[in-house]
């Protein structure tokens, strides 16, 4: 928007489970990150409508052997980011592995590897607290059903002021069972305010709940609560976690997200602002979600948003893409032009892309969009392919394979979600010199409609695509180079010019 107003969402792409902490005059961000690699995603902006995306804390994810292979259910969920004793902080929790602590001297790094806090299953969306004042320190953390049977309920913690380690054993210190009609309390990011210990908290569920605070003057309780974000008369349903932020003029603002489907969940920024008293927060439109608001109270910024093109150069990809596993050397090659040079890893699962660790991949634009990239297939082995997919529980791609013959050709596949193989969505055409411009198309509801160009002009491909999430985050944007599992190299295929552009 333009003038003193903006519109949300402010990150119209899938930024799941948003945290927000000020440093200064400067905001960052993180999200969460699953089974992919790099993880947790660093944002910066000045006045927290325009963000970009300045790097990744995390560079693999530990333990390795977990993440060899694509887990979408797995991994980073629901980070904490924190400031503290001069270090920035970022805490998550891995459902399968329990809660882990990464720290850094600046946003920017070195971060240290992964620390677990605290072991066990189904420990999820941990938050921590320092205490400046007493200098005691605190964790809260959710639970998962599916790992542990357990869920509704936060638990908390003393923490040793260091962040490595817990002082007991824990204590529920607010059950969602005991509150009439809540359930799935999960989500928590805890403040210190006036004397009185917060927790800002989802419950209800990810599409169709709300955002719930609770106060205590104890942090082990007892917790009032109060709805102090819900969907109301918007679209905007959910609405679901995120993080609280003062600005250094003295307003208050909230960053949550939005389920989307297929664009995952996308970030919105509230308003908030303290009813009588002080005595309770109030978000949004008198606790609706507002959809047009009064910019904050900050300098004016030029507009920006994370990355999205890449040119590759010198073979190297921008920080919008992450690998859906943790990556292997020689996946990408460095060299000194422009262009991704992928290799055709040699793998038994060629025909399903959602068990491929080496798809490069970004985030779905969240409005309409044309996404065009160019590719030369260099690889000679029968059966190496390389193409553009838009990839979830079911997906679909457009690229180029070698025959048995020798010969090239233009080739259009998809996979259901029940599906353990693809099949074809168009007939495939000869392309003697190995090199195609790709496109999809991505219109309203995530329907996408494929084309390519062999050098007769843009032709479309095959029926519309409807784009599906991937179990917890939302379809994803991938770029690929495989073969069949057999000895031998099977050469590469390189990438150049990615573009996405409004439709």
Not at 15 to 29: A, C, I, M, T
Not at 346 to 359: E, K
Not at 394 to 422: C, K, M
Request: glycine share 12%; hydrophobic share 35%.
């Amino acid at each position: 928007m333009t003038g003193g107003t903006y519109a949300n969402p402010v990150l119209n792409a899938d930024f799941s489970d948003p945290d927000v902490v000020r440093v200064g005059d400067d905001y960052y961000l993180t999200a969460s990150s699953f089974g992919r690699a790099p993880g947790l995603p660093l944002l910066h902006s000045r006045d927290l409508v325009n963000w970009t995306l300045i790097g990744h804390a995390l560079e693999r994810l530990e333990p390795a052997r977990e993440f060899t292979s694509p887990r979408q259910d797995s991994g980073v969920w629901a980070p904490a980011l924190r400031y503290h004793d001069e270090r920035f902080w970022i805490f998550w929790g891995d459902p399968d592995q329990g809660v882990f602590q990464i720290n850094a001297p600046g946003i920017r790094g070195p971060w240290s590897r992964p620390h677990l806090v605290k072991e066990g299953k189904g420990l999820i969306d941990p938050c921590p607290l320092w205490d400046e004042e007493s200098g005691e320190a605190y964790l809260v953390h959710a639970w998962a059903r599916s790992r542990s049977g357990v869920k509704n309920r936060l638990t908390g913690h003393r923490m040793h002021p260091d962040g490595t380690s817990l002082l007991d054993e824990g204590k529920v210190i607010v059950d969602g069972d005991r509150i009439p009609g809540w359930f799935t309390l999960e989500g928590p990011k805890v403040y210190l305010r006036d004397g009185w210990y917060w927790i800002l908290a989802p419950a209800g569920g990810v599409e169709t709940g709300w955002q719930g605070a609770l106060r205590s003057r104890d942090f082990f309780g007892p917790y009032e609560h109060r709805i102090v974000l819900e969907q109301k008369d918007t679209d905007v349903n959910g609405p679901h976690q995120g993080g609280w932020v003062r600005t250094q003029a003295g307003e208050d603002w909230f960053l949550h997200f939005q389920q989307r489907g297929a664009y995952g969940r996308v970030v919105h920024l509230q308003p908030m602002r303290w009813g009588p008293g002080g005595d309770w927060p109030v978000i949004g439109d008198e606790g609706a979600p507002v959809a047009v608001h009064r910019r904050p109270d900050l300098p004016a910024q030029p507009p920006a948003a994370p990355a999205a093109d890449d040119d590759f150069p010198g073979g190297r990809f921008g920080r919008q893409w992450s690998w859906t596993a943790n990556p292997r050397d020689g996946w990408a090659t460095h060299h000194s032009g422009d262009g991704l040079r992928l290799t055709c890893v040699s793998t038994s699962a060629v025909h399903d892309l959602r068990a491929l660790p080496h798809v490069l991949t970004q985030r779905l634009p969240g409005t309409p969009s044309a996404v065009e990239v160019e590719l030369t297939l260099h690889a000679e082995e029968s059966g190496a392919r390389a193409g553009l997919a838009v990839l979830g529980d079911a997906y679909s791609w457009i690229g180029l394979q070698r025959g048995t013959d020798g010969t090239v050709h233009l080739v259009h596949r998809f996979a259901e979600a029940d599906a353990d193989r693809e099949r074809d969505a168009a007939h495939p055409r000869s392309v003697p010199d190995g090199r195609a411009r790709l496109r999809v198309e991505i219109g309203e509801g995530a329907r996408c409609r494929f084309f390519s160009d062999v050098g007769d002009g843009m032709r479309p491909s095959g029926p519309v695509f409807a784009a599906t999430p991937w179990r917890w985050v939302g379809a994803l944007l991938g770029l690929f180079a495989a073969a069949p599992d057999r000895p031998g190299h099977a050469g590469a295929a390189a990438f150049s010019h990615f573009r996405i552009s409004p439709l």
